[in-house]
């Protein structure tokens, strides 16, 4: 497909309005632009069809079933969109004067009134753009308590090995060295590891649970307290949150700081490389590092000496608390519970139907997402995690999220999230059934797929090693 600066002839266009019959207004020179922007130029409905066909070569949760685990690919209702969408929360401006947005601030309140309780947490703060900038937000929060305590030699953060890999980067990032311990065979924390790892060097410990293999961590209270009993503080990456809201909360397993993906549990979409919000929460004795919000409502800048600043402008991406805020309220303490037994049933359910064919990595239950490993058809048959995800593409769904965790071979991640039917989920088994029978007859054919798609097997290496970001005009002329 041609690019669409490829797709520009000179003289072509879409102007509506007439010729301008004013004179024009001088800039400054400053600001003014040298070279004239090198824009395409095209009529409106090639523009139109350019954009239907880029729509059309994409996948997503309008087309079909997407179990991209950890990543909770699942539903979100078109109102919080609309209601994301009011001019009184979309039209407005961070520096107008704050008499004139106090619903919004308002908003922000309740929000966050209702995220603390979801959580456990005595604050919470919207700042931060993503998931991985919550963590980071936390782990400086965590230094600036150290700090405030003179307790400078804690500078180590314990991360399991089974953690996402953005935890270890943000423990990094947030200048902590980091600490790797590794996992039981159930997939949980082993407890003599932790407890040979902490000392009075420990900053803290970094966790999500359930873990990332699906697992619910029976040992939780005793591995929260182990970190505190040496001075440590415990950080709960809350990303995904949908398989214990309303059920159990990160505040009362011990944890002192957790981030919330509100793009991936909260109604906004995401995977597009969107705005995003990492919603940070914390326990009181954490409250006075948080970053500036600037909302007035918890004592605005003036009131946080020992704030570690701003990790954001203004107020962190407003829109993304309102459909958060929307799904809440529409939702209502009653039925948050359900997202949560319904995450843990569909992906149960899932696990146990393709059991037959696919062993779980981890015996027992799972929470919201479950993970097989295909090491044996691997061995065997030669269909690797990669050839078995790019069949799945051939049969219209999304493929699990593989090679993750890298404690497991060959592992495949399936979170189905809470918005499938059985249907869906049925359908879903049937083609795992059916590649199963294929690898067994044709598993040469794995190598040649996918078939349907518009791109098949892009060579990743060479995308991350030489991506190429900019279109490069000499050559189109
Ligand atoms: C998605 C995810 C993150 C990172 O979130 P981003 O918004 O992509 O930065 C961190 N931890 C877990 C467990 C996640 O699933």
């Known amino acids: 497909m041609k690019l669409i600066f490829e797709k520009g002839k000179k003289g072509r266009g879409c ?33 139109s069809r350019h954009y239907s066909a880029l729509a059309k070569r994409a996948f997503g949760v309008n087309d079909g079933f997407y179990p991209l685990g950890s990543c909770t690919m699942k539903y979100n209702p078109k109102l919080n969109e609309e209601i994301a969408g009011l001019s009184g929360f979309r039209d407005i401006h961070p520096l107008q004067p704050a008499h004139t947005v106090q619903g919004c601030l308002k908003l922000l309140d309740t929000c966050a009134a209702y995220l603390r309780e979801i959580t456990g947490m005595d604050a919470m703060n919207f700042q931060p753009a993503a998931g991985a900038h919550g963590e980071l937000t936390g782990l400086l929060l965590f230094k600036a308590y150290h700090r405030s305590r003179s307790d400078v030699a804690r500078t180590k953060i314990i991360v399991p090995d089974s953690a996402h890999g953005t935890n270890p980067a943000s423990a990094a990032m947030a200048g902590f060295q ?55 503080l415990n950080y709960y990456d809350g990303a995904n949150l949908n398989a214990i809201m309303g059920i159990v909360r990160p505040g009362d397993m011990g944890f002192d700081a957790v981030h919330l993906n509100l ?20 326990k009181k004795l954490l409250a006075p590092f948080l970053p500036l919000s600037g909302t007035g409502l918890d004592g605005g800048a003036a009131n946080q000496p020992q704030s570690i600043g701003r990790v954001r402008a203004f107020y962190g991406n407003f829109l993304i608390v ?8 529409t939702l209502g303490k009653e039925t948050v519970p359900e997202i949560a037994r319904n995450a843990v049933l569909n992906a149960n359910y899932l696990m146990e139907l393709i059991n037959k064919k696919y062993p779980a990595a981890y015996a027992g239950p799972c929470m919201h997402e479950f993970v097989i490993s295909l090491d044996e058809l691997k061995n065997t048959k030669g ?52 590649l199963f029978a294929q ?11 996918p078939l349907s798609t518009v791109i098949g097997r892009p060579d990743d290496v060479k995308a991350a090693r030489q991506p190429v970001l900019r279109f490069n005009y000499t050559q189109a002329s």
Not at 263 to 282: D, M, R, W
């Open 15 to 47: 102007s509506i309005l007439p010729p301008s019959d004013v004179p024009e207004a001088k800039l400054v020179s400053s600001p003014v632009r040298k070279i004239p922007a090198k824009l395409p130029s095209l009529d409106e409905n090639e523009i």
């Open 178 to 232: 980091v600490v790797n311990i590794p996992s039981g065979k159930d997939g949980c924390v082993d407890l003599a590891a932790l407890k040979a790892a902490v000392g009075p060097d420990t900053a803290g410990l970094m966790l999500t649970n359930p873990n990332t293999v699906g697992i619910f961590d029976p040992n939780i209270l005793e591995i929260t307290e182990i970190v505190h009993k040496a001075g440590g």
């Open 263 to 282: 793009h991936k549990s909260f109604s906004t979409p995401h995977g597009g490389g969107g705005p995003g919000c990492g919603a940070v929460g914390c």
């Open 322 to 329: 309102v459909r958060a805020t929307a799904y809440l309220l």
């Open 383 to 434: 269909v690797s995690a990669l050839d078995f995800a790019k069949a799945l593409q051939d049969r219209g769904m999304h493929p699990p999220t593989i090679y993750f965790p890298l404690i497991v071979h060959e592992a495949l991640m399936v979170e189905p999230t809470e918005t499938e039917s059985r249907e869906t989920l049925d359908a879903a088994a049937e083609a795992f059934f059916a």
């Open 439 to 449: 690898a067994q007859s044709a598993p040469e054919s794995f190598h040649a797929a």
